[in-house]
């Protein structure tokens, strides 16, 4: 159970955050729920990992949804992506196989660093509207969903 103080530095953080920073914050979660059944993966007990993949899976599954209504070519692209690796993941939880986990891991991985970079670019371009640098980056919708939880 996370301390008070915890919880009302998540909240703050959310409830200040950029939607780019947003869907930043969802890649770490359904990344380190992950991670964590990865560590809990040989435990003989499958239940504690299968919970973790169901964490993750949720996460993601907002985040495709987050991105769905877009009208965008990247915001397709996203969907589709974040859609595959659900379905990794399901297959994954199904089959118990921790080869898929890996591969999930290293895209969900790959696409946080992506984010990243666009999220400092954001932040930078905001700060400094005069420079240039093209186009803000924006979000066709809030990937924060409502009674999500990201903590472990």
Request: hydrophobic share 35%; charged share 25%; aromatic share 6%.
């Amino acid at each position: 159970m996370p301390r008070p103080s915890t919880t009302q530095y998540l909240d703050a953080k959310i409830l200040t955050a950029s939607q780019p920073r947003l869907h930043l914050i969802l890649l770490d979660g359904a990344s380190r729920f992950m991670r964590q059944a990865k560590e809990r993966w040989n435990v003989e007990n499958f239940a504690e990992t299968d919970q973790l993949l169901g964490r993750a899976a949720d996460v993601i599954g907002e985040m495709t949804h987050g991105v769905a209504d877009g009208s965008e070519k990247v915001s397709k692209q996203l969907e589709e992506q974040y859609a595959y690796i659900y379905r990794e993941l399901a297959d994954c939880r199904i089959n118990q196989s921790a080869e898929k986990l890996n591969s999930c891991l290293k895209l969900l991985e790959y696409e946080r660093e992506t984010w990243l970079l666009a999220c400092e670019k954001h932040e930078a371009d905001t700060a400094n509207p005069g420079l240039p640098g093209g186009p803000h980056l924006q979000m066709e919708s809030s990937p924060a969903s409502q009674g999500l939880s990201l903590e472990a």
